[in-house]
T-cell receptor
Framework: GAVVSQHPSWVICKSGTSVKIECRSL??????MFWYRQFPKQSLMLMAT?????????EQGVEKDKFLINHASLTLSTLTVTSAHPEDSSFYIC????????????FGPGTRLTVT | DAKTTQPPSMDCAEGRAANLPCNHS???????VYWYRQIHSQGPQYIIH???NNETNEMASLIITEDRKSSTLILPHATLRDTAVYYC???????????FGQGTTLQVKP
């Protein structure tokens, strides 16, 4: 089956620093990738839709200047949490859609971010 | 995207069928019913999807009522590894956006 990887799997950073999370589709090309955030004991919350070669589309309430998304190739999207604060500590998950006609999304294993 | 309602939790005996219900009374004609599951601290896993007809794959069966206002995911022979949070999502296949609700926590017991 299709595999999506994320790197790093976990990261601890100091408040005020920036953290980059990578999402890669390993055996397929993904025109569209999605970024989610999940707090403990809560459901996934869609943050943004990442389209290759164009600007990401952010969901209401998500700060685009704080969560920078780049989708430079058909197999890689990155999420950068800028000037991280403890309240940004969360589980960040990406997913990739093989193409517009695919009804399946493949999710990465997630990245646990802890901001101290 | 359609709003879905699921029971917060269910138990199932190992080896028995697990039937997970979902209400989606506001689903529109072009929205599919998707089921994903999330095992603790992992990314969600696709299970099955359908529009009108019942569907079956190697993981599960999906039964959609004729009026499309509700559906049931059936795991025919639940195992301990099926313990997870199961999400029912109504979404258009065009946008790809999946809006997750609270899901049902299925506990499979020996």
């Amino acid at each position: 089956g299709a595999v999506v990887s994320q790197h790093p799997s976990w990261v601890i950073c100091k408040s005020g620093t920036s953290v980059k999370i990578e999402c890669r589709s390993l055996d397929f090309q993904a025109t569209t990738m999605f970024w989610y955030r999940q707090f403990p004991k809560q459901s996934l919350m869609l943050m943004a839709t990442s389209n290759e070669g164009s600007k990401a589309t952010y969901e209401q309430g998500v700060e685009k200047d704080k969560f920078l998304i780049n989708h430079a190739s058909l197999t890689l999207s990155t999420l950068t949490v800028t000037s991280a604060h403890p309240e940004d500590s969360s589980f960040y998950i990406c997913s990739a859609q093989p193409d517009r006609s695919s009804y399946e999304q493949y999710f990465g294993p997630g990245t646990r971010l802890t901001v101290t | 995207d359609a709003k879905t309602t699921q029971p917060p939790s269910m138990d199932c005996a190992e080896g028995r069928a697990a039937n997970l219900p979902c209400n989606h009374s506001t689903i529109s004609g072009n929205e599919y019913v998707y089921w994903y599951r999330q095992i603790h601290s992992q990314g969600p896993q696709y299970i099955i999807h359908g529009l009108k007809n019942n569907e079956t794959n190697e993981m599960a069966s999906l039964i959609i009522t004729e009026d499309r206002k509700s559906s049931t995911l059936i795991l025919p022979h639940a195992t301990l590894r099926d313990t997870a949070v199961y999400y029912c999502i109504g979404a258009s296949g065009n946008t790809g956006k999946l809006i997750f609700g609270q899901g049902t926590t299925l506990q499979v017991k020996p």
